[in-house]
């Protein structure tokens, strides 16, 4: 039993996941939140995030973006990426959302993975049902100032779960070790 707020894993990037292994170990759905995870916030789809996509399909994950912004955002970077599914205004840190995004994949808690950037949105409401969290660093070290408040907010939990993970002497990744034997790659990007 995790905390509510804690994160099962914590790495530098979104880019610097062995995805492949983990779709060896069951992992069929990844929901990624865009902005400050994939590309800066209100970025357009890069390369990179191309690429990312291309190679969680040749995994045979399937990919749902999963974001807080309106449609025309969030549509036109999943047809930028070639995402399987998006989810725009998802609500997060309810419930709903992830509800939305597992049912268009085809997938169950179990089965199903959150990448994003922050505690408050993206870890929170997933934990809540159930389902694998990566934290990932933010892309982009300038945010508005509603996102600044939630920061300072998240630097206590995620101090909080540092003495947790010390009191068990271990690291931030010690979940990715336990499920695919191995912590994150070299961001890549
Ligand atoms: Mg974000």
């Known amino acids: 039993m995790k905390a509510a707020l804690f994160p099962d894993a914590r790495v ?3 880019y610097a996941l062995p995805y492949e292994k983990l779709a060896a170990a069951g992992y069929r759905g990844v929901i990624y939140d865009i902005d400050n995870t994939l590309v ?17 399909h040749a995994a045979g994950l399937v990919t749902c973006l999963t ?10 970077f999943a047809e930028a990426v070639q995402s399987d599914h998006y ?4 609500g997060k840190p309810g419930k709903r959302g992830y509800l939305q995004a597992m049912s268009l994949m085809g997938t169950t808690p179990e089965t199903t993975l959150l990448i994003g950037d922050q505690i408050f949105t993206d870890v929170w409401g997933a934990n809540r049902l159930g389902i694998a969290t990566i934290l990932v660093r933010k892309i982009h070290p300038r945010e508005e100032i509603q996102i600044v408040l939630k920061r300072m907010l998240e ?12 009191f068990r002497g271990e690291q931030e990744t010690a979940w990715l070790v336990r499920r695919i034997g191995e912590k994150n790659e070299p961001d890549n990007g």
Do not use: C, G, M, T
């Open 40 to 56: 800066p916030h209100n970025a357009p789809a890069d390369d990179r995030a191309r690429a990312l996509f291309e190679r969680l």
């Open 87 to 90: 989810v725009y205004k998802a």
């Open 155 to 166: 630097f206590f939990i995620l101090v909080a779960w540092r003495i947790v993970l010390w």
């Open 12 to 14: 530098s990037s979104a």
């Open 67 to 76: 974001s807080n912004n309106k449609e025309p955002r969030v549509q036109s």
